[in-house]
Each structure stands twice: as C-alpha cells, then as structure tokens.
C-alpha cells in the first residue's frame, strides 16, 4: 500500500509539474509571437516579399553564411588558412549558385548587396592563402560588412 501511495504521489507531481512547464512555454510562445509582431510593426527595413518556401530557403543559406564564418574564425585560430580559405570560396564565394540565386531577386540594391558579398567572399579565400593574419581579419571584416548592410536595409 505504501508503495502505491508513493507512485501515486510521484504521478502527481509529475502531472503537476508537466503541466506547469507546459504553461510556461506556451506563455514564452504566446510572448515571442507578440513580440514578433511588435517588431515587425515597427520595422521599417524593405521587405522582399518571398513566398514562405523561398524566405525559408534564404534564411537557411544566411544561417549557412554565419556557420560558415564562424567555422573560418576557428580555423584562423588553429593556424589552419587554407581550410578557412576553401570555406570561404565554397560557402562564402561567388560560386554559380549562389550567383544565379542572387539574380534571382527583383530588387535590384538587395541582389547587388548578395553579389559583392558573395565576390568579398571570394576575395577573403584569396586573403586567408596568404596567412597573414591581420589581412585576413580586414577581408572577414569587409564580407561581414556586407551582412551588416544587409540586414539593416532589408527582411525577409
């Protein structure tokens, strides 16, 4: 009997606190949506207008973008420059997808930013070969830059 009192008190509690947790997500839910709202009333950057599967597609290339950069800040600091270059021809560079994707965009100042951002990542591959540091930081500067630009200008 003691034993089931037990379980019944550990089933209890652990109702209990499932359920609270639950309310507190659903609350941090409820929250972020408004806050989302909020922000998107106030935000007066240019919209592009993507269809949901193309806005999802851009986004998963940006976050690719910041993977990609924090992968080539690693490597600099292992010594490794011609790893760090390759990702920044491969993922950062004006490689031909990502060109034809860039012109793509109707809007003309938004696919221009995605072109020099894609050639400054080019530029930084050619930089990181030379492995000198200082250099190499100036050109990750430069194509972050760029991101910089974009995001104060533009969402999606």
Same mark, same amino acid.
């Given at each position: 009997m003691k034993k089931i009192v037990m379980l019944i008190?550990?089933?209890?509690?652990?109702?209990a606190t499932f359920n609270s947790f639950a309310e507190d997500e659903g609350s941090k839910t409820e929250h972020m949506m408004q806050h989302n709202k909020m922000q998107s009333i106030n935000d007066? @950057?240019?919209?592009?207008?993507?269809s949901p599967a193309?806005? =999802? $597609? =851009?986004?998963?290339?940006? @976050?690719? $973008?910041?993977?990609?950069? =924090?992968?080539?800040?690693g490597?600099?600091?292992?010594?490794?420059?011609?790893?760090a270059s390759h990702i920044a021809?491969? @993922?950062?560079?004006?490689?031909?997808?990502?060109k034809k994707m860039c012109n793509s965009f109707e809007n003309e100042a938004f696919k221009n930013l995605g072109l020099a951002f894609h050639k400054s990542g080019d530029i930084l591959?050619?930089?990181?070969?030379?492995?000198?540091?200082?250099?190499?930081? @100036?050109?990750?500067?430069?194509?972050?830059g760029y991101c910089v630009q974009c995001h104060a200008a533009f969402r999606q």
């Open positions: 008190s550990i089933l209890i509690f652990a109702g007066d @950057r240019i919209s592009l207008n993507l193309m806005k =999802q $597609h =851009q986004l998963s290339n940006m @976050r690719s $973008h910041v993977e990609a950069v =924090q992968a080539i800040v490597l600099l600091a292992e010594g490794s420059h011609e790893k021809y491969s @993922r950062l560079g004006l490689t031909e997808e990502m591959g050619d930089t990181l070969k030379t492995k000198d540091i200082t250099k190499s930081l @100036r050109a990750l500067n430069t194509t972050m």
